[in-house]
């Protein structure tokens, strides 16, 4: 239950965080934070980044269904915490690249969890990305930066995903 309080979690966090934390924040614009030396991207990426490995970690934890489930609610919970034309933007991708994590996670896990959470990461970063960066700013302009910041939480995580799937497969029974 731990992944899916974090998982709901961490959508309206980053849309809070895009309007109100990070090193510079632009006029009419998001809050940038820098992801790689001389790259930003919007704040929020962290977190959406983050929800992307958290949802696998829901479906690998507690199955499908709340998998989805914990999608439809974290993309209700945006609606409370930022501008509408954000949220819609980042409802629509976040769905999006949610599913599409869904589609490429789901056949592997069972065979190759690790593998399975990278992959999956890649597909929602790319698509989450483009579609957040189109809808919000119609500007692909931190295109780079956002993938460069969510492609850090997923390989961050992929060590911690090890050990936990590692740690399960050995518990007594």
């Known amino acids: 239950m731990l992944y899916l309080l974090a998982y709901i979690a961490t959508i309206p966090a980053a849309n809070w965080m895009i309007g109100h934390v990070g090193t510079v924040c632009l006029a009419d614009g998001p809050c940038l934070i820098p992801v790689w030396p001389g790259i930003t991207a919007p704040s929020g990426v962290l977190m959406a980044g983050a929800a992307l490995v958290l949802r696998d970690m829901v479906q690998f934890r507690l199955g499908k269904r709340w998998g989805l489930t914990a999608i439809a609610i974290g993309a209700g919970l945006s609606a409370l915490v930022a501008p509408p034309a954000l949220v819609i933007a980042s409802t629509i991708a976040f769905l999006l690249s949610e599913l599409a994590d869904f589609v490429v996670y789901t056949p592997l896990a069972a065979r190759r969890l690790v593998t399975a959470v990278i ?55």
Do not use: N, Y
């Not at 957040?132 to 119609?138: D, E, K, V, Y």
């Open 119 to 173: 992959l999956s990461g890649i597909v929602g970063t790319v698509i989450d990305s483009v579609v957040f960066l189109g809808l919000a700013f119609g500007s692909l302009a931190h295109l780079e930066g956002q993938i460069i910041g969510k492609a850090w939480m997923v390989l961050f995580a992929a060590p911690l995903i090890k050990l936990l799937r590692t740690r399960r497969e050995h518990k007594p029974v």
